[in-house]
């Protein structure tokens, strides 16, 4: 699967934080593209258990504006062997000055006073470019600023399980890739490596040699190990368990969000909502990006 990125001017409006707002819940407006009607009967009641699912494990007062395609993303067509793909809309570029600024507003878990507490310039002039949804949960604009915040779309031509149940062997769990995509959208991608001193929130908790390691504590601490192989995204873990969030899917597995999963959400600006954890659910793709004027391909969850 294949996610771009698309990074728009920063606003000054975009640079203040706002105010407190009222507790409430993440909410998603999904706007269908016409190929959707070609879909089978399972796609949407499956796409939308996908969006119910941050909808109840995070408190966002916020809006998440999605487009969502079968067949296609953002109106362009999917490869063949393509289970989905996303366009995160992003502003930037953002300083760490700015951004610690944001996540220190927006802290309210233990996990965000650790990460704050081990935050470190990764260098002098970096550069962040923050996903537009990212930017309402951190209010750095109003939770409810129209305006695409990206698009998602999934392979017509794969042998999908949209039961939400474990598939079978030839099957590919699509509630687990919608939720994997929905997570790129929401600011989970990485820019590491991709251009210079540039870097999306996520690349800040990167520890260890090459920066493989994702932790909230300076390295104390491994959650899980990023994905490593060009043939994949950089920003997924490299599957060393099942996960969610791992690089690449396989036919006949149902892969289980993590609670390091939801860590990674929590400390890149999202609010845990008191609930407990499923059992299963998750997975995704990755791969334009497009960054002050530089254009970098990034791999990521596809069919075998």
């Given amino acids: 699967m ?12 975009a640079l203040g934080l706002g105010a407190p707002r009222a507790a409430d819940a993440l909410n998603f407006n999904l ?15 499956a796409f939308q258990s996908a969006t119910q699912f941050y909808a109840t494990h995070f408190s966002d007062p916020i809006t998440v504006n999605l487009q969502v395609g079968w067949g296609e993303v953002a109106n362009a067509p999917l490869g063949s062997n393509v289970l989905g793909e996303s366009a995160t809309n992003a502003q930037g570029p953002y300083t760490f000055g700015q951004v610690k600024a944001a996540l220190s507003a927006d802290a309210k878990t233990a996990s965000d006073a650790t990460a704050l507490a081990h935050l470190v310039n990764p260098a002098a002039d970096s550069a ?10 951190l209010s750095l604009l109003p939770g409810n600023a129209s305006g695409s915040d990206g698009a998602v779309g999934f392979g017509s031509g794969v042998n999908w399980n949209f039961a939400n149940t474990t598939p079978a062997p030839s099957q590919f769990d699509f509630v687990a890739v919608a939720e994997h995509e929905i997570s790129q959208v929401m ?7 991709m251009c210079t001193n540039c870097y999306s929130v996520l690349d800040l908790f990167r520890t260890g040699a090459g920066g ?20 994949g995204d950089l920003g997924d873990w490299a599957g060393l368990t099942p996960d969610a969030y791992n690089a690449f899917a396989t036919a006949g597995v149902k892969l289980p969000v993590s609670p390091g999963d939801l860590t990674a959400l929590d400390v890149i600006g999202y609010d845990p909502a ?31």
């Avoid at 470019?129 to 309402?136: D, F, L, M």
């Avoid at 791969?287 to 791999?299: N, W």
Wanted: glycine share 10%.
């Fill in 31 to 45: 706007s269908y593209d016409p190929s959707v009607s070609s879909a089978p009967a399972g796609f949407v009641p």
């Fill in 212 to 231: 493989t390691n994702f932790s909230i504590d300076g390295g104390s601490t491994v959650i899980n190990t990023f994905n490593t192989n060009p043939a």
């Fill in 274 to 304: 008191p609930v407990p954890l499923p059992s299963a659910m998750g997975l995704l793709a990755s791969g334009l990006v497009v960054l002050a004027g530089f254009a970098h391909r990034r791999r990521g969850l596809r069919m075998p």
């Fill in 2 to 13: 294949r996610s771009s990125l698309i990074l728009g001017a920063l606003t000054t409006a």
């Fill in 187 to 193: 600011g989970r991608y990485s820019l590491w490596g």
């Fill in 128 to 137: 962040f470019a923050v996903a537009t949804a990212q930017e309402k949960a």
